[in-house]
């Protein structure tokens, strides 16, 4: 029987936590949207949630708080908030750290020269003007999909050792019993099958009431 093989594949991949990003496509690149967001889903992430939105100037220094302070700020403000921006939520494995290699160095002339795929080397101008915006950390990227998306996110987006965990308890245990039977009949649509099994297979689908008393008419 090959089942105890089946069982140990799946147990092997249990790394089902998608992890997410803000992209922002800044003003000098707006008008190229669909060209980047093309790129974006060509390099296998998912676009999530999309809000094109002007941000004030106030607006736009705290969502740069970090920068308070130094040279380019004032002029960072200037530019972030001179026309309408492109927030995306995207998520994919590894998604900060492979959306910032995706974009590229800060500097749009630096980038030309050591990144000439990436998307600052294709769609900037210059050190500031440089096209798109990646979150750097999980919690930068928590903090900003939250500015730009706050009425959407209620839950904090659960980073590294919390977001395994949770899984681990609430979803792990059905799903890796679900792949492990899609493994052993591999039917022809995977993904519709998964589904209908673990609608079937849900622990916490709700209980069938008794079917209410129908009143006799009187
Ligand atoms: P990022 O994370 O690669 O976007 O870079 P930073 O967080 O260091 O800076 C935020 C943004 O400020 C950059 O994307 C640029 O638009 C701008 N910026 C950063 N460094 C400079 C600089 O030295 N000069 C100017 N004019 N703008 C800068
Ligand atoms: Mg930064």
Redo the contacts with the bound molecule.
């Keep these: 029987m090959p089942e105890i093989e089946t069982e140990t594949i799946v147990m092997e991949h249990p790394q089902i936590f998608v992890e997410r990003t803000l992209a922002v496509i800044?003003p000098d690149a707006v008008d190229k949207s669909d060209e980047i967001e093309e790129i974006i889903l060509r390099s296998g992430f998912t676009i999530l949630q999309k809000r094109r939105v002007h941000l004030t100037p106030e607006q736009t220094s705290d969502f740069?708080a970090?920068?308070y302070g130094k040279?380019?700020f004032p002029?960072?403000v200037a530019?972030m908030s001179s026309g309408p921006i492109m927030a995306l939520v995207l998520a994919r494995e590894n998604a900060i750290a492979y959306w910032r290699e995706l974009?590229g160095?800060?500097?749009t002339l630096k980038a030309r020269e050591t990144h000439p795929d990436s998307i600052r080397a294709l769609y900037g101008t210059d050190?500031?003007?440089?096209a798109v915006?990646?979150s750097?950390t999980f919690s930068s990227a928590e903090r900003e999909i939250r500015f730009l998306f706050p009425d959407s996110i209620v839950e904090p987006i659960p980073a590294g050792q919390a977001a395994k965990d949770y899984l681990s308890k609430v979803v792990n245990p059905t799903l890796l019993k679900g792949l492990t039977e899609l493994c052993k009949q591999k039917p022809e649509d995977p993904i519709t099958w998964l589904a209908d099994w673990l609608i079937g297979h849900n622990p916490n689908k709700p209980r069938i009431n008794e079917p209410y008393a129908v009143e006799e008419p009187n």
């Design positions: 800044k740069y970090e920068h040279m380019f002029s960072l530019y974009v160095p800060t500097n050190d500031q003007r440089n915006h990646g750097d």
